[in-house]
């Protein structure tokens, strides 16, 4: 059971824009920053966002991110093949003083 | 260009140790906290452990609080990850990872504990 709670799937088609959601609580993504990585099939992890909306260079301006109180949301438009992934959110937690992540969401392009 | 290698990981009984091991090129390693993030295979991600720039503060995961320690090098650019008392949950690749927000990741090591 994580922490910071995502949908385990999300899907569109080549073209759609999806969002994928990300539900915390006040020690953690009410408090901090929120970061969004992405881990295509069978390679390391890369920082897709940071700072809740913040995007290192080289990411395309199709993915963004944002957050409102306890949740955070990544919206990825004119989805792509090659955006087929496993997304997830991260955050410190003031509680636990450590970092928590989503469960991960498995982007699915039909 | 930023490099990530870790290494150190195999292949343990429970109950046992392994020393891992992460070098960092391409950013001022002295600069940044430092973590280790590991992925238990066909699993999410999970922090295990931080570490401040000059190794003043650490935090951990409680599931490794009393069995795993952090320290690193900073005249050898080097992260370290010391395995206590080894179980079978921890089974996973550890990765390396710099600053606030993880922004870089290596390869990682896989650390499988089984009799």
């Known amino acids: 059971q994580s922490v910071l709670t995502q949908p385990p799937s999300a899907s569109g088609t080549p073209g759609q824009r999806v969002t994928i959601s990300c539900s915390g609580s006040s020690s953690n993504i009410g408090s901090n920053i929120v970061n969004w990585y992405q881990q295509l099939p069978g390679t390391a992890p890369k920082l897709l966002i940071y700072?809740?909306?913040q995007r290192p260079s080289g990411v395309p301006d199709r993915f963004s991110g944002s957050k409102s109180g306890t949740s955070a949301s990544l919206a990825i438009s004119g989805l792509q093949s090659e955006d087929e992934a496993d997304y997830y959110c991260a955050a410190w937690d003031d509680s636990l003083n450590g970092w928590v992540f989503g469960g991960g969401t498995k982007l699915t392009v039909l | 260009e930023v490099q990530l290698v870790e290494s150190g990981g195999g292949l343990v009984q429970p109950g046992g140790s392994l020393r891992l091991s992460c070098a960092a090129s391409?950013?001022?390693?002295?600069?940044?906290?430092m973590s280790w993030v590991r992925q238990a295979p066909g699993k999410g991600l999970e922090w295990v452990a931080n570490?401040?720039?000059?190794?003043?503060?650490?935090y951990y995961v409680d599931s490794v609080k009393g069995r795993f320690t952090i320290s690193r090098d900073n005249a050898k650019n080097s992260l370290y990850l010391q395995m206590n008392s080894l179980r079978a949950e921890d089974t996973a690749v550890y990765y390396c990872?710099?600053?606030?927000?993880?922004?870089?990741w290596g390869q990682g090591t896989l650390v499988t504990v089984s009799s």
């Open positions: 391409g950013f001022i390693f002295s600069n940044y906290w």
């Open positions: 700072s809740n909306n």
């Open positions: 570490i401040k720039q000059d190794g003043s503060e650490k």
């Open positions: 990872a710099p600053g606030d927000n993880f922004d870089y």
